[in-house]
């Protein structure tokens, strides 16, 4: 006679046909709620955490939105009354970012209703054109990291050469948005170089305690 399986070996080859089944519904479902799609099987981010993190992406993205409609339209003012002292290269730069950047926002404010709404992160949303979307965003911010460069040096040659028409709360605003944005790049920057020299200097501690 044959021996028998054991039931253990009958439920792990079973759970190993589920693996496999969700793995492979992952790859091909990016559908909401199914297996393998966002909150379906795989989902292992706590609610409550996406959901303060697309509140946070909903509130911070809307005032970001304002204070850019606000500056696209202080430029275009500019252009209209034609302002000679801010008639220059890096005006035209900032014009052109933030036709860009705007509709960019709407679209991530929309996004980022729907993930609320649906209680799903940014990483649960594997679709193609998601994927594609998420690198298109990624070049863009390459190009607001050099629009705050710009926009601070830009907004304060206006400044010391007392540029009159030029002058608006818009303005103001849009300079203290660029140097917040650029201090937070910045201490980003300051924190990550300091985590690689933290890692690369624990070998070398490490190597001089055993001596």
């Not at 890096?90 to 609320?116: A, D, E, G, H, T």
């Not at 607001?144 to 608006?168: A, R, V």
Request: one cysteine or more; proline letters at 4%.
């Amino acid at each position: 006679m044959a021996p028998r399986k054991s039931k253990s070996s009958k439920s792990s080859k079973a759970s190993k046909a589920q693996k496999s089944v969700a793995k492979a519904l992952s790859k091909l479902s990016p559908i909401p709620g199914s297996p393998g799609g966002p909150g379906g099987v795989g989902s292992q981010v706590s609610p409550h955490i996406k959901s303060g993190a697309q509140l946070f992406a909903i509130f911070s993205g809307l005032i970001a939105l304002v204070i850019n409609v606000y500056a696209v339209m202080w430029i275009y003012r500019l252009e209209e009354i034609d302002c000679k002292c801010s008639n220059t290269w890096m005006r035209l730069y900032i014009k052109y970012y933030l036709q860009i950047v705007i509709p960019i926002m709407i679209i991530s404010m929309f996004i980022n209703i729907y993930l609320y709404s649906n209680g799903l992160g940014a990483s649960d949303l594997t679709s193609g054109i998601f994927v594609f979307y998420r690198i298109f965003v990624t070049l863009v911010s390459f190009m607001g990291f050099l629009n705050i460069i710009i926009s601070i040096i830009f907004i304060n040659k206006l400044k010391e050469i007392n540029c009159e028409c030029s002058e608006d709360i818009k303005r103001e605003v849009y300079f203290i948005y660029n140097i917040v944005l650029a201090a937070f790049v910045g201490i980003t920057i300051l924190f990550t170089l300091m985590s690689i020299f933290t890692l690369m200097s624990i070998p070398i501690f490490m190597s001089m305690l055993r001596k």
